[in-house]
């Protein structure tokens, strides 16, 4: 069964940072990609960060853009997102989602992890 549970969010002012965790269960990262979204108040969900399956390799929504950084760390099979210099616009619940065949905003993902930018 697959799993994915968010953590790491938390309340933080503008500049600060944050590090997310995706402790995934039920499959190995490495053999999928993955997706970091975000759901502002009031806003449509969006796309935030992707890393591929194999190489690593990872992609970013402009907005975040030499701000935030994917990665995972194979032996815990957790998928993390570093977020720096955070903006208040960057306030959200970040869900990750494991790829599959249909649009990333259908596929599975965790029940997210609040972040609050605020000062």
């Known amino acids: 069964e697959v799993q994915l549970v968010e953590s790491g969010g938390g309340l933080v002012q503008p500049g600060g940072s944050l590090r997310l965790a995706c402790a995934a269960s039920?499959?190995?990262?490495?053999?999928?990609?993955m997706h970091w979204l975000r759901q502002a108040p009031g806003k449509e969900i969006e796309w935030v960060s992707g890393i591929d399956a194999g190489n690593g390799r990872t992609q970013y929504n402009a907005p975040v853009k030499g701000r935030f950084t994917a990665y995972r760390d194979t032996p815990t099979n957790t998928l993390y997102l570093q977020m720096d210099s955070l903006k208040t616009e960057d306030s959200g619940v970040y869900y990750c989602v494991k790829g599959c065949r249909d649009q990333i905003i259908n596929c599975p993902r965790g029940k997210g992890t609040n972040v609050t930018v605020s000062g």
């Open positions: 039920g499959f190995t990262l490495e053999s999928v990609g």
